[in-house]
């Protein structure tokens, strides 16, 4: 566990401004990008007060006991009192419990948005915002194999579907690959956000530590006693010329993905109903339209036990569910690590933010990439179950890859 720096009595505030402009309009350089948006809404952040990495089956807990040891130690002046305003920190947690360093990173000034109303939370460090870089586009873009091809990533389906017959594996397993971008300069993660926010508007947009993307399944919101997740597993893409409606129509009959997302929802249901009161489980999934794909989506709503616990906590119980790991998920995560024999870091794992009440909004790191210097690590994965085809499976990964395909060359 690392940390840097912990100052004394930090004086931290909230206040009003005017609004109007694009909020990803306003972060001034290509370095150390924060975002975490929705339909325009949602925070961006730059700069760096102090920061923790952890690793291992604690990472959860250390990070939420270093953030709440952080905020013990602040001087908070919020006079906008909303969902996001006060001090805050920007997460993102590794999906496993090796390989894969988590990270918390407290920003210098946050600019958030929410029900219309615009505020600038900045920490008093006296150290002046460098000078504003224009944004720029990926110039001789290319890419090349990852650590996992995607002929080697088809090979490890086709293992899983054939063991998953013979009852010698988990009921479902999700297996990812990655695939490697290069430009010829250092890419601008701003670049990226913005094509992601204008193309998926309803998913979270975000960038945390150089891991940029949009992802369209909100683990956890915490906000107060309330607590929402939405569940998405299931997937199908436009294909043989068919219309939206049928398409969705198609998926909501498809017993392959009706039960991939059974598997999900209860998987998160049972790992959350401890800490609630009174949790609402749909009995049947609705369907997400996106751009690229179409999915099965159930949203879960609970009211947590008076003091109960906070946002990083409640991640570390439900995570990872069994939209991203898979069913049971101990067998399921020995079985990732087996098939895919690569480092996914922080690919699908928890990403978003923590307030210092433990209100938050986590999401599954999922249609990202891992941006350093002229470098883009893509990832997409796809839930494997017994009625899987490696080759159908293929084509939803590719499918899963055109959000940050499209923004990095700049596809309307």
Known sequence: MTTAPLTDRLVVRSHLVPGGTDLLDMLPSPRGVLSWMRAGEGLVAWGEVARVCTEGPYRFARAQDWWQSFCAQLDTHDEVGLFGSGPIAFASLA????????????????????????????????????????????????????????????????RAVSRMRDGSVPAKVVLAHDLLAVADEPLDPRYLLHGLAARYPSCWTFAVDQLVGATPELLLRRRGTEVLSRVLAGTTWPHDGANAESLAAELLDSAKDRDEHRYAVDSLAHALRPFCTDLTVPTAPSVLQLRNVLHLATEVRGILHPAGPPLLTLADAVHPTAAVGGTPTPAAVSTISELEAMDRGRYAGPVGWVDAAGDGELGIALRCAQVVGRFARLFAGCGIVAGSDPDSEVAEAAAKLVPIRDALEGVH
């Open 95 to 158: 999906f496993d419990e090796a390989p894969g360093s988590s990270v918390l990173v407290v920003p210098r000034v946050v600019v958030g948005r929410r029900d219309g109303q615009t505020w600038v939370t900045e920490f008093q460090t006296g150290v002046a915002t460098g000078p504003v870089v224009p944004v720029s586009r990926p110039r001789g873009l290319r890419y090349s194999d990852g650590e996992l091809p995607v002929t080697a990533w088809r090979d490890a389906v086709a």
